[in-house]
């Protein structure tokens, strides 16, 4: 027999979007429960950067109507015709309210960035402002939950220490070699975090995205909130046509979970759903490979839910998914993990090519308008993968991929086969199965070029953004530099991502939608599993978490303000269940 429970609303999700609108549905009075699939919380959050797209945030040199009305501009340029315009006003509007509520009531805050729109020179583009970062946190406050929030791509940390890559405190490691300053600083961070490790058996002092997800977690509990971990749900709960619960696993027990006004479902998008993403991706309809560094359990669930009580899932958008060129990282225990390249493309003296030996796009755009150039470029192979090459001077100064600068040693990259090493670029070129006279050929192309710190072919440097993470002490252009110090280097990137844009149809207040345009009674969706306001574009730094928390927070906000009038549908067919003892923090 099935066990019955009741709550004012489920949230299936435990990632920005989910706990957004968790947290302002129990700040409003709303009994809350929170299911997550995974055994850790956070989702791809607890990954991420961290960082939100906020016009008009507290720290945004334009204000008010002003930051709306440049921001507005410069989606139009971005996206077009294809933006859902109320929707967009909405964001627009409300994000700096969130914000601004979420700073006020909750234990969540941000702090200012340096970084530009991707774009800054379209028509309403930034140069800086209007993207903002999670504030680090010690997850000691999350006492015994603190072994279950989600831990960062063990990829991108060093021996598990976590940075911002939007701050001075990577720029400290890439200088402990050439500045005493830095070297102390860093110094000062290892011998506090090896403490950490060795009491905690993890960081404690987390960045962008796991502070994020770990300062919404604390915030969700102290609003009495329970976070169920390795509880997927299961299946809708309908009645007449409304949704008013869900089925969940729960310790190998199935529970019917009654929700007298609503069921959110925050389950990440669908990048490890093979069957939707071999339809949606280009690169896997032709037979290329995926290597998606987002949570495994991100297969869809949501999605597939919502279809099998009448929602759409919106296709075809211009990208389906926000594209990150990752490299496969053999571990020596026999596995392997994803690095997403945020960082290593921008610096002088590294240039990507193709398996045909040639440059292909600019290397310092943003990660997602390279992999789109990627999934361009192999549109007549079987596969999207390409190159990144440097030489020993770009190795040792900034690393490459996962192989850090020096003096840290790179000998157990060159065994393991991540990181491949040529005398000369002949040599280079044979060990990884490209042709060597072109690749030679566009070397030497490049390198024309170079010393004087122009590219001709893609304009390395000319925005903005193209040097905010390249080198600002390299001169004359921050992202150019020639490759001509033996020996040479190389590690393969594959097509990756960092979520999926195409989503559920919903209202702006996060309803689903029907094929016909009617909304499912009781049926939410917020985070990836909602149509990306973005329309498949990805304008600036935070285009996901900026709208996930915003739109999270509006539908929160809606489910709360619904549940003040009585006799709703959702909330009369529910009240017959009983609730259960134990809706504490689980």
């Not at 962008?208 to 976070?227: C, E, K, Q, T, Y």
């Not at 571990?331 to 993990?337: I, K």
């Not at 739109?551 to 259960?580: D, K």
Request: glycine share 12%.
């Amino acid at each position: 027999m099935l066990e019955h429970m009741e709550c004012d609303a489920l949230v299936a999700g435990s990632g920005a979007g989910g706990l957004s609108a968790a947290i302002a549905m129990a700040k409003a009075g709303l009994d809350v429960l929170v299911v997550e699939k995974a055994e850790h919380f956070g989702g791809t959050t607890a990954l991420s950067g961290g960082v939100l797209w906020v016009p008009g945030n507290r720290w945004d040199p334009q204000q008010g109507d002003e930051a709306r009305a440049m921001a507005r501009r410069y989606l139009d340029a971005e996206a077009g015709d294809a933006l859902d315009s109320e929707a967009v006003e909405q964001f627009l509007q409300n994000a700096p309210r969130m914000v601004a509520w979420f700073e006020r009531e909750t234990c969540v805050r941000f702090g200012p960035t340096q970084y530009p729109d991707y774009h800054p020179d379209q028509p309403g583009g930034a140069a800086v402002g209007r993207s903002i970062l999670a504030q680090p946190f010690d997850i000691r406050a999350l006492g015994a939950d603190m072994a279950r929030l989600r831990l960062p791509l063990k990829t991108i940390t060093f021996m598990g220490m976590m940075f911002n890559s939007s701050n001075a405190d990577l720029k400290h490691f890439f200088n402990a070699t050439r500045s005493l300053r830095s070297f102390a600083y860093v110094a000062r961070r290892l011998v506090t975090h090896l403490c950490d490790m060795l009491r905690y058996r993890r960081a404690v002092q987390v960045t962008s995205g796991n502070a994020l997800a770990a300062r919404l977690a604390r915030s969700a509990l102290d609003a009495g909130v329970p976070i169920w971990t390795s509880t997927p749900i299961k299946q809708l709960l309908m009645h007449g046509g409304a949704v008013v619960g869900a089925e969940i696993e729960r310790g190998g027990s199935l529970l019917r979970v009654h929700a007298r006004h609503g069921v959110v479902l925050a389950c990440g998008g669908f990048p490890h759903d093979q069957a939707r993403t071999k339809q949606t991706y280009p690169h896997l309809r032709r037979g290329g490979r995926h290597l998606s560094p987002t949570p495994a359990e991100n297969t869809g669930d949501g999605i597939r839910l919502a279809e099998q009580a009448g929602g759409v899932c919106q296709t075809g958008l211009p990208n389906a998914a926000a594209w990150m060129p990752v490299s496969r990282v053999p571990f020596a225990n026999g596995e392997h993990g994803l690095f997403p390249h945020l960082l290593d493309r921008y610096k002088p003296g590294v240039i990507g090519v193709n398996q045909a030996g040639h440059r292909f796009c600019n290397e310092s755009n943003s990660y997602h308008d390279v992999g789109a150039a990627m999934v361009r470029d192999g549109a007549s192979a079987a596969d999207t993968t390409v190159w990144l090459i440097c030489d020993r001077r770009a190795l040792r100064a900034y690393g490459l991929g996962v192989v850090k600068p020096a003096p840290v040693p790179i000998g157990s990259h060159l065994r393991s086969g991540y990181l491949t090493e040529g005398r000369t670029l002949a040599e280079l070129a044979q060990r990884v199965g490209i042709d060597p006279a072109a690749l030679q050929a566009s070397i030497d192309a490049f390198n024309a070029d170079a010393a004087q710190g122009q590219d001709p072919l893609f304009g390395r440097g000319s925005s903005a953004f193209n040097r905010y993470l390249a080198d600002p002490e390299h001169a004359p252009n921050p992202c150019v530099a020639p490759i001509v110090q033996a020996p040479f280097y190389a590690v393969q990137l594959h097509m990756g991502d960092l979520g999926t844009f195409e989503g559920l149809k919903t209202t702006v207040s996060g309803a689903v939608r029907t094929e016909a345009g009617s909304v499912i009674a009781g049926l939410y969706a917020v985070g990836n599993d909602r149509l990306s306001v973005m329309a498949g574009h990805y304008p600036a730094a935070g285009i996901t978490l900026g709208p996930a928390m915003t739109f999270g927070w509006m539908t929160g906000r809606h489910i709360a303000q619904a549940a003040q009038t009585p006799f709703t549908s959702t909330s009369a067919t529910a009240s017959h269940g009983t609730r259960a003892a134990g809706l504490g923090h689980g």
